[in-house]
Nanobody, 121 residues
């Protein structure tokens, strides 16, 4: 397993969650890591990506100012801090790794299995 996401759960609207993504050495060595999500009955959508060499981040407008991506190199772990959650954030969240910052899922090489986030209103 190259990527393993965890940390999902049930949270009330306005609450916070932190997702984690444990990466293999190979996945963690990629240039870019990010998060996608897929709500029931919808297409998978881009959430955020970061290029490690520059720290450049790219957030989807829907999460800008509420979500923060980070990583801990010593643990080979990627994080997604999610604040001010609302019902529209309900989805399965996937971590991904690749070589290019992109909102297109097909540009990412490695994928985690997903962790489910449910926000109750």
């Amino acid at each position: 397993v190259q990527l393993q996401a965890s940390g999902g759960g049930l949270v009330q609207a306005g609450g916070s969650l932190r997702l984690s993504c444990a990466a293999s050495a190979r996945a963690f060595s990629t240039a870019v890591m990010g998060w996608f999500r897929q709500a029931p009955g919808k297409e998978r959508e881009f959430v955020v990506a970061i290029r490690w060499s520059t720290g450049t981040t790219n957030y989807a407008d829907s999460v800008k100012g509420r979500f923060t991506i980070s990583r801990e190199k010593s643990k080979k772990t990627l994080y997604l801090q999610m604040n001010s959650l609302n019902a529209e954030d309900t989805a399965v969240y996937y971590c991904a790794a690749g070589q290019f910052v992109s909102s297109e899922s097909n540009r990412y090489i490695f994928w985690g299995q997903g962790t489910e986030v449910t926000v109750s209103s």
